[in-house]
């Protein structure tokens, strides 16, 4: 095969599965494979703002608990 087919090959498989190569770096450079995926939705700004001060205040990691509720809804 010549040089220029395999890369056109290499940057389409590279590109179709962007996020297992990150995930591949991700493990070269710390040695630990990702079990989290980040997620964008939209609330409304006061909810977001009062539970940011309420996890704050009492020293609560925001996503825990989202993931927490989560499972809870899940699991019921």
């Known amino acids: ?3 220029n087919k395999f890369l056109k090959l290499a940057r389409k498989i590279a ?3 962007k996020d297992i190569f990150d995930s591949l770096i ?5 040695k ?8 964008n939705f939209t609330i409304d700004k006061g909810v977001a703002s009062n ?3 309420y996890c704050r ?3 609560f990691n ?3 608990k989202i993931e927490k509720a989560m499972n ?3 699991e019921s």
Request: cysteine-free; proline content about 3%; hydrophobic content about 30%.
């Open 1 to 3: 095969m010549p040089s």
């Open 15 to 17: 590109e179709r599965d």
């Open 26 to 30: 991700e493990f070269e450079r710390t």
């Open 32 to 39: 630990r494979m990702r079990s989290k995926t980040r997620l």
């Open 51 to 53: 539970f940011k001060k």
């Open 57 to 59: 205040g009492k020293g």
């Open 62 to 64: 925001m996503s825990a």
């Open 72 to 74: 809870e809804m899940i």
